[in-house]
Every structure is written in structure tokens, then in C-alpha cells.
């Protein structure tokens, strides 16, 4: 730690020799003693951490050296020596902040080295808190930094879990859209043979039909996978969007449709949720996967039933929620605590990557939501996720 430079001025050589007695020997400090203003100057140059100087000097008054120290030194300290107080001292000390003033002769001459004492204590104090502050900062930035590489780390994550999951998603999407593209193809060679302007019209009519039901599939498989940084934080209508995350998934299964029940308890007001269409979607695309998956592992391709429901509760924790329940195997209570955390799976080898439920946990609370779970081994599942719903700000004040 390097020393402390104390430079003390007087015109006065038994005040300045008297001055620089009592720190003589001081450990960690370097006592610089002056004269005059002129010379002063000269050292303040050198630098200063505490400047002890006389207010009437014959050259440059000790006041202007208190400018010049603070100039050169913004946190150094200044105490002036005055041979009378006056209100005019006082003022012009404080617009200069100086630290304190004496009044010469001093009555106690150690009463000195305790005021240049407490000014340097002052002095560590304040670069300890500034050196304090600028690590905080640092500290903050570098928070910042990680904070935002986080959050692209998970939006990466995300999306790519989502890709993950479309190559299950689109081999059973091939096999229903090559029914209506099969259709297509017949009817336009049809076309081609058929001379009888209705019959033509009425092949064109079901050929729209067949491409409109590609068209729904394509606009439900691009909207899952796109990027969620692609979309806008927008009002969105639950049941469609949980409606079509459950026809995104039957489609792509050989599950029965009829054996997926969808339930929406409207009370009137509609069910709305503030997010990103395509996170909304992935997180009913999973749960409703995870419900028919864990039904066709207990009952085989011909049993069971997976029930979907969509509502709203009533205030004072108003909310909407979802549901998505099956009738499969269960989950065993003793692994209840753990099937949000990531790479946890019950699935075997190369049927999960054990992140879809961390995901749906981390879009939900990104949405201030939340997800619980409720299972009985032998009988059964259900997810129950909730939104809150914000108070209106213009009817909530009434």
C-alpha cells in the first residue's frame, strides 16, 4: 500500500517546523512541508491526499491551493489553518468542501494530527466505497452479460427441443397428408380425361377441399416450429391454441381422435393469455404427447382416454387454466418431485431427450404461469396449468 502525501504550508517557520513534528515518524505517511504558496503549487503537482495549509500566505492564499488540490486531487482533503474564524472562512471552506478548519495557535497541537488523522480516514473510506461501486458495476455488467447469454441459451434450447420433437411429429403428419395429396393428384388426372363441365367443376370443388386440409396441416406443423424471437408477445385465445397443439399431435399419431377430449369451459368473458403463440403451442404439444403416449403404453393402440380441458376461475385468484389428464400407468409418487428437472425421463433410449417437461416448466413461469402435477400409480395423470389473469387497471380501482 503506498503512503499517504500530507503537504503542510506556512510562511511561518516555527509553526511550519512545530507542524511537521507531530508526524514525524508517522508509519505511511509522507510529510512534504512548504514555505510558501509558490512551492506549494509545486508539490500539490506531485500529488496530495491531505493538504494542511495556512489561509493567509504571502503569494498564493491558502484557499486557491485548496482549488488547485482538489483540481489536481478530487478526493483529497483540506484543512485550513486561519489566525481568526470568521463567517466569511467558514463559507468559503464549505464552497470548497474543505474538510475542517483550526484555528491558529492551536490549543491542542496533537488536536491537528487527529483531524488529519480523521481526513484520511475519511478519504480510505470514500475510495473503498467508490472501489466498491465500480466493482458492483462490473459485477452487474458481467451479471447482464451471462443473464442475456442465459436467456439465448434457453431460447436455443427451447427451439431446438421443438425441432427434436417434430421429426416424431412429422413421419405420422406424412401419412395424413398423403390421404388429401392422393386425393388431389386423382382428381386432377381425372380432370384431365373429363369433358362434362360439372363433373370438372365438381372435382376443382373437392380438390380445394383436399388442399385446404394440407394447407391446415402445414400452417399448424410451421407455426410449432417457428422461433419463438420471431413472434411478439401478443393476446392469444387458449382453446385454439390448445386445440390445435391436440390435432398437431392426433395427426401425427395413430391414436384414435375420438379417444382425445377437448372441454372448454367458457364463462363468457373468453380465455385469453398474454405470450408467444408457438411457446403456448409447444407446451400443450408436449403434455398432450406425454398423455397419449403414456395411454398407448398402458392400454396398446385400442384403450384408454386422454381428456383436455380449458377454463377460467373465478376472483379473488382468478386465473385460466388448462388441464390435460390420460388414464395411463401413472407416475410413481417418489419421482413426482423430480419430472421438471432436466434430462429426467422415464422414456427408454432414443424415445425423449428428458428436457420436455423442463421446457414446458421454464416457458410457463417465462409467462408468470404455473404447472402442477397430480398422479396415482395404476389409474392415472394430470398437469394442471394456470395463468393469472391481471386485473382490468381501469374497472379494478372501483
Given at each position: 500500500m503506498s503512503e499517504a502525501r500530507l503537504i503542510i504550508v506556512d510562511d511561518e517557520p516555527v509553526v511550519l517546523q512545530l507542524l511537521a513534528a507531530v508526524f514525524r515518524g508517522e508509519e505511511g505517511l509522507q510529510v512534504v512541508r512548504c514555505a510558501d504558496g509558490a512551492s506549494a503549487l509545486a508539490?500539490?503537482?506531485?500529488?496530495?491526499?491531505?493538504?494542511?495549509?495556512?489561509?493567509?500566505?504571502?503569494?498564493?492564499?491558502?484557499?486557491?491551493?485548496?482549488?488547485?488540490?482538489?483540481?489536481?486531487?478530487?478526493?483529497?482533503?483540506?484543512?485550513i489553518?486561519?489566525?481568526?474564524?470568521?463567517?466569511?472562512?467558514?463559507?468559503?471552506?464549505?464552497?470548497?468542501?474543505?474538510?475542517?478548519?483550526?484555528?491558529?495557535?492551536?490549543?491542542?497541537?496533537?488536536?491537528?494530527?487527529?483531524?488529519?488523522?480523521?481526513?484520511?480516514?475519511?478519504?480510505?473510506?470514500?475510495r473503498e466505497n467508490k472501489r466498491l461501486m465500480s466493482d458492483l458495476t462490473q459485477r452487474n455488467l458481467e451479471l447482464e452479460r451471462a443473464l442475456t447469454e442465459l436467456k439465448e441459451v434457453q431460447a436455443e434450447l427451447i427451439q431446438s427441443e421443438k425441432l427434436a420433437g417434430i421429426g416424431t411429429l412429422a413421419a405420422g403428419i406424412a401419412h395424413e397428408i398423403s390421404s388429401p395429396l392422393f386425393g388431389v393428384m386423382g382428381l386432377a388426372e381425372a380432370i384431365l380425361d373429363e369433358e362434362e363441365r360439372e363433373l370438372v367443376r365438381g372435382y376443382a370443388s373437392e380438390i380445394v377441399e383436399y388442399a385446404r386440409s394440407i394447407k391446415d396441416i402445414v400452417v399448424q406443423l410451421s407455426g410449432y416450429s417457428r422461433a419463438a424471437e420471431s413472434e411478439y408477445h401478443t393476446t392469444i385465445d387458449l382453446p385454439k391454441v390448445v386445440e390445435d397443439a391436440v390435432k398437431l399431435v392426433v395427426r401425427s399419431t395413430s391414436f384414435d381422435p375420438a379417444r382425445v377430449r377437448l372441454e372448454v369451459e367458457d364463462p363468457g368473458g373468453g380465455l385469453y393469455v398474454n405470450a408467444r403463440t408457438s411457446e403456448i403451442q409447444q407446451v400443450f404439444v408436449n403434455l398432450v404427447k406425454n398423455a397419449i403416449e403414456a395411454v398407448v403404453d398402458r392400454y396398446g393402440p385400442g384403450g384408454g382416454c386422454v381428456t383436455v380441458r380449458v377454463g377460467a376461475t373465478p376472483a379473488p385468484r382468478a386465473a385460466v387454466f388448462a388441464e390435460v389428464a390420460d388414464d395411463g400407468a401413472g407416475i410413481p409418487a417418489d419421482r413426482l418431485a423430480v419430472i421438471f428437472d432436466p434430462f429426467y425421463t422415464t422414456k427408454p433410449p432414443g424415445r425423449g431427450t428428458g428436457l420436455g417437461l423442463n421446457i414446458v416448466y421454464r416457458i410457463l413461469t417465462k409467462y408468470r404461469g404455473q404447472i402442477t402435477v397430480e398422479s396415482t400409480e395404476g389409474e392415472g395423470t394430470t398437469f394442471h396449468v394456470r395463468f393469472p389473469i391481471e386485473p382490468d387497471p381501469v374497472t379494478s380501482g372501483d
Amino acid at each position: 500500500m503506498s503512503e499517504a502525501r500530507l503537504i503542510i504550508v506556512d510562511d511561518e517557520p516555527v509553526v511550519l517546523q512545530l507542524l511537521a513534528a507531530v508526524f514525524r515518524g508517522e508509519e505511511g505517511l509522507q510529510v512534504v512541508r512548504c514555505a510558501d504558496g509558490a512551492s506549494a503549487l509545486a508539490a500539490i503537482e506531485e500529488g496530495v491526499d491531505v493538504l494542511l495549509t495556512d489561509k493567509n500566505l504571502p503569494d498564493v492564499g491558502g484557499l486557491e491551493l485548496a482549488r488547485r488540490a482538489k483540481e489536481r486531487q478530487p478526493d483529497s482533503e483540506v484543512i485550513i489553518i486561519t489566525g481568526y474564524a470568521s463567517l466569511d472562512t467558514a463559507l468559503a471552506a464549505m464552497e470548497l468542501d474543505v474538510f475542517d478548519y483550526i484555528v491558529k495557535p492551536p490549543k491542542d497541537i496533537l488536536d491537528v494530527k487527529r483531524k488529519v488523522k480523521q481526513a484520511l480516514d475519511k478519504q480510505a473510506m470514500s475510495r473503498e466505497n467508490k472501489r466498491l461501486m465500480s466493482d458492483l458495476t462490473q459485477r452487474n455488467l458481467e451479471l447482464e452479460r451471462a443473464l442475456t447469454e442465459l436467456k439465448e441459451v434457453q431460447a436455443e434450447l427451447i427451439q431446438s427441443e421443438k425441432l427434436a420433437g417434430i421429426g416424431t411429429l412429422a413421419a405420422g403428419i406424412a401419412h395424413e397428408i398423403s390421404s388429401p395429396l392422393f386425393g388431389v393428384m386423382g382428381l386432377a388426372e381425372a380432370i384431365l380425361d373429363e369433358e362434362e363441365r360439372e363433373l370438372v367443376r365438381g372435382y376443382a370443388s373437392e380438390i380445394v377441399e383436399y388442399a385446404r386440409s394440407i394447407k391446415d396441416i402445414v400452417v399448424q406443423l410451421s407455426g410449432y416450429s417457428r422461433a419463438a424471437e420471431s413472434e411478439y408477445h401478443t393476446t392469444i385465445d387458449l382453446p385454439k391454441v390448445v386445440e390445435d397443439a391436440v390435432k398437431l399431435v392426433v395427426r401425427s399419431t395413430s391414436f384414435d381422435p375420438a379417444r382425445v377430449r377437448l372441454e372448454v369451459e367458457d364463462p363468457g368473458g373468453g380465455l385469453y393469455v398474454n405470450a408467444r403463440t408457438s411457446e403456448i403451442q409447444q407446451v400443450f404439444v408436449n403434455l398432450v404427447k406425454n398423455a397419449i403416449e403414456a395411454v398407448v403404453d398402458r392400454y396398446g393402440p385400442g384403450g384408454g382416454c386422454v381428456t383436455v380441458r380449458v377454463g377460467a376461475t373465478p376472483a379473488p385468484r382468478a386465473a385460466v387454466f388448462a388441464e390435460v389428464a390420460d388414464d395411463g400407468a401413472g407416475i410413481p409418487a417418489d419421482r413426482l418431485a423430480v419430472i421438471f428437472d432436466p434430462f429426467y425421463t422415464t422414456k427408454p433410449p432414443g424415445r425423449g431427450t428428458g428436457l420436455g417437461l423442463n421446457i414446458v416448466y421454464r416457458i410457463l413461469t417465462k409467462y408468470r404461469g404455473q404447472i402442477t402435477v397430480e398422479s396415482t400409480e395404476g389409474e392415472g395423470t394430470t398437469f394442471h396449468v394456470r395463468f393469472p389473469i391481471e386485473p382490468d387497471p381501469v374497472t379494478s380501482g372501483d
